[in-house]
């Protein structure tokens, strides 16, 4: 087997680390521009499409909240990618011991003991575990962001529905099993 130098190795943990970063950026970056194109084109399907008739509202509705969901889907998928680099990054930073981003947000969640580094005690007193800080996942928080435009897409065809047909579609479709 091929053994590397030491400062080669170190080079190349070094590298990943940064590659990692760039990586991790890049991902955020991604989900939210998609976020803000997908928000913005939701919001504006719902204006471009008020005059039209029933079934194009329908479909546009269906799409807006199938494109939202599946932005979802990806969002979350793109985020643990995101967290398996994080993770990665530790490692490195444990192997040089000399990289301290990961473990000192570690270290503030609450994940991570004095012990496990050698960093000095004074320099972890300094960043005192708060429980404010403790990560607020910001995958908890976007979730409102489907399920308001699932919302008002709903409501706006409700509404819609009602309008044209002048009945609300649960009395509409009871009319309908009741003539059965």
């Not at 997908?38 to 039209?52: E, Q, R, Y």
């Not at 995958?139 to 709903?154: G, H, M, Q, S």
Request: with cysteine.
């Amino acid at each position: 087997m091929y053994k590397i130098k030491k400062e080669k190795q170190i080079d190349l943990l070094l590298k990943e680390y940064e590659l990692c970063q760039h990586f991790i950026q890049h991902k955020e970056s991604s989900i939210w521009q998609t976020f803000a194109v997908l928000g913005v084109a939701s919001f504006a399907a719902l204006v471009l499409v008020a005059k039209a008739d029933f079934f194009v509202i329908f479909v546009v509705g269906l799409s807006a909240i199938s494109s939202i969901w599946i932005w979802w889907r990806m969002a979350n998928r793109w985020w643990d990618i995101q967290h398996t680099n994080l993770l990665r990054m530790f490692h490195i930073e444990q192997d040089l011991d000399c990289i301290y981003q990961i473990r000192y947000v570690k270290y503030r969640d609450g994940q991570l003991k004095v012990s496990d580094s050698k960093l000095s005690a004074e320099r972890w007193n300094d960043l005192k575990q708060d429980p404010k800080f403790k990560k607020k996942g910001r995958e908890k928080a976007l979730i409102c962001f489907p399920i308001t435009v699932t919302v008002i897409w709903c409501l706006y065809l409700l509404y819609f529905f009602h309008s044209v047909f002048q009945k609300w579609p649960w009395t509409w479709f009871m009319d309908w099993i009741n003539s059965r």
